[in-house]
């Protein structure tokens, strides 16, 4: 079946610095999605993507859509306090089947 | 997006009985999920909610265990049958929508701690 590869696994970076993380799967998906995960919460939708090769900005987070549609990244830039939590990508197949990568556990020293 | 609230937010169950978890729309919607998320793993299906008929259960969840009821377009409810401490998990709903249908919105989850 379809796999979600998401890296890295958790980061611990320092405040101000900027954030990479990225999601590959084995077969294309159409739709890529990256959420935030709060402790005791649900995860929150960040930024939804469409077609390859979107770039899309929501604030300090970049997302593209990869041009194989077979990957995805987010980037935060100058990382505050608040960014900490977990960010899984996800992504929408053929067959409105949707797959989950495994997160990404984001620390940051003030 | 969608508004969607969960109850209750958690509880604490003994082994061997059941609890029933709610989930309201603001909106009506075709598609709704059940998910379990395990402490520190990521998201596991565990069944798709359909209006009017039964539920479908993914590989390794049944209906005996996970029964769902899905009465409308707004509303759906998945019970946790004879609760083992195996199940202590956070447990989420969430609706298909957006733009394209191609989005997923999630419920706040219910907390789930089974003694």
């Known amino acids: 079946g379809q796999q979600l590869n998401q890296s890295p696994q958790s980061m611990f970076i320092q405040e101000g610095e900027d954030v990479s993380m990225n999601c590959t799967s084995s077969s294309i998906f159409n739709t890529w999605l990256w959420y935030k995960q709060d402790p005791g919460e649900g995860p929150v939708l960040l930024i939804a993507l469409y077609k390859a090769g979107e770039l899309t900005s929501n604030g300090r987070l970049t997302a593209q859509f990869g041009i194989t549609r077979k990957d995805s990244f987010l980037n935060i830039s100058a990382s505050i306090p608040s960014d900490v939590g977990i960010y899984f990508c996800?992504?929408?197949?053929?067959?409105?089947?949707?797959?989950f990568g495994s997160g990404t556990k984001l620390n940051v020293k003030p | 997006s969608a508004v969607i609230s969960q109850k209750p937010s958690r509880d604490i169950c003994q082994r061997g009985t059941s609890l029933t978890i709610q989930c309201q729309v603001d909106?009506?919607?075709?598609?709704m999920f059940w998910y379990r998320q395990q402490p520190g793993q990521s998201l596991t299906l565990i069944a798709t909610a359909n209006q009017g008929s039964e539920a479908t259960y993914e590989s390794g969840f049944v209906i005996d265990k996970f029964p769902i009821s899905r009465p409308n377009l707004t509303f759906s409810t998945l019970t946790v049958s004879n609760m083992s401490p195996e199940d202590s998990s956070i447990y989420l709903c969430s609706v298909q929508g957006g733009i394209f249908q191609s989005t997923q919105y999630f419920g706040p989850g219910t907390r789930l701690t089974v003694l």
């Open positions: 996800a992504g929408l197949d053929n067959f409105n089947k949707f797959y």
């Open positions: 909106s009506q919607v075709t598609m």
